[in-house]
C-alpha cells in the first residue's frame, strides 16, 4: 500500500508514519516546510508518489489560537484541504483521501443531546470549528460532484506522547512536573470545569488506517470513547500518578473567549465499520505524556 501524508511531521503525522510503516506500507511524507497553500509544489510530490491513500494532517491545528489568529486557521484549513483534494484528482489511480475533521464543530450542546452522533446538529462556535465545517463541506463536494473517494473523519479531543505543550494536558504535565521538581505547592490552569472525550493519538490512527480500509466513501465517522471525563480529573489523575500534592489556581490568562462545556461522541459507526476499539486507557496516556514530559525537561 502506498500512502501520501501531510503533516506527516506533526503530532498525529508522526503516530500515523510509525503505525503505516508498521504495517508495511510504502509511506511517503509532504516535504517539511512546504505550504500546503502551495498546490503546485502540494501536487507535484503527491502525483509523483502516485498513493494508493491519502492521508491530510497538514494544517492549522489550536483551537485556542485560532481567536488571535482566525484568518490563518480558515485559510491554512480550507484551502490546504481543497489543494489536497483538487491534486488526488489530477491522480491516475483515484486514491483514497482520508479527511479528518474536528468534533469542535458540534459546539455548545445541551447534556439531552449527548452523546453527539454524525447526524447531530453543528454550531461552530470557534474560527478553527469554522474552518473544519468547510474542509467537510469540501470533501463532501468532491466526493458528490467529482466522485474523489473521500472518507471524512470527525475526531474529537485526542491526546498523547509527542503532543505539543501548547495543549491542555502536556502543558499541565509540565506544570506539575516543574512544580515538584522545585517542591512548588501549586500549578496555575485554565478551565478545569470542561468536559471532553479524550482518545489517545495512537488509537486515532488505528482509526484512521482502519478507514482507510473501511470507511464508505463520502461518509463521516466520529471517533471518540463515547466517554466524558472533566479537565479537572485529569489534572488531579495527573497529579496522583506523578505522585505529588499541588493545588490547582485558576489563570484568566489561561482562558479561551468561548470555551464549549462537554463534548461526548458516539463512536458506533466507526464500530460498525471498522470493528475498532480503543486500546490505551485514560490513565495509561497520562502516564505515557508524563513520562514523556520528564525525559526532556
Known sequence: MRSFITGG???VGRWMVSLLESQGDDVRLLSKGTDIRDFDSLAGELIAHEPDVIYHFAGFTHVGLSWEQPRDAIEI???GALNVLEAARKCNNSPRILLPSSAEIYGTVDEADLPLGESSAIRPMTPYAVSKVTVEYLGLQSYMAYGLDVVMARPFNHI???QPSSFFVPALAERILNAQKVGGHSV????????RDLTDVRDVV?????????????????VCTGEDVSMAQVAESMAEIANVEIEFVPDPSLMRPVDIPVLRGDPQKLKMATDWAPQYSLRETLADVLDERRSIL
Not at 496555575?188 to 468536559?195: I, P, W
Open 9 to 11: 511531521y506533526g503530532f
Open 206 to 222: 488505528r482509526a484512521y488506517r482502519m478507514l482507510a480500509g473501511s470507511g464508505k466513501a463520502g461518509e463521516i465517522y466520529n
Open 77 to 79: 484549513n480550507a484551502i
Open 160 to 162: 498523547g506522547p509527542g
Open 188 to 195: 496555575s490552569v485554565g478551565n478545569l470545569s470542561s468536559r
